[in-house]
Nanobody, 124 residues
Framework: VQLQASGGGLVQAGGSLRLSCAAS????????MGWFRQAPGKEREFVAT???????YYADSVKGRFTISRDNAKNTVYLQMNSLKPEDTAVYYC???????????????????WGQGTLVTVSS
């Protein structure tokens, strides 16, 4: 399975961006799709994930500003980012995991496939 992310760019603080990530093929069974981000010099961190059922989970730092959604027919996950802040600047990675459960959904290791990353830069 290959994941192709798109939608990153440069935006001013307070602005919005929408990221998309399409999986190259349908995977068997239910799976979660999520977004992580990595800022320069920092570890990759959880942003949001959506389970096959549509249940969503967010990092506290983005709750209320970001919305994750998915279209199972298109094998695609989206991340709508509003009220962006300079501290949101990072490379954003989409991920797909078959074994994602409540206890591990924020862990990088829970996800089996990763996209190439798309850069989001928020200027102050």
């Amino acid at each position: 399975v290959q994941l192709q992310a798109s939608g990153g760019g440069l935006v001013q603080a307070g602005g919005s961006l929408r990221l998309s990530c399409a999986a190259s093929e349908r995977t068997g069974g239910s799976y979660a799709m999520g977004w992580f981000r990595q800022a320069p010099g920092k570890e990759r961190e959880f942003v949001a994930t959506v389970r096959y059922s549509g249940t969503t989970y967010y990092a506290d730092s983005v709750k209320g500003r970001f919305t994750i959604s998915r279209d199972n027919a298109k094998n695609t996950v989206y991340l709508q980012m509003n009220s962006l802040k300079p501290e949101d600047t990072a490379v954003y990675y989409c991920a797909l995991g078959r074994g994602v459960i409540m206890s591990n959904l924020r862990n990088v290791a829970a996800y089996d496939y990763w996209g190439q990353g798309t850069l989001v830069t928020v200027s102050s």
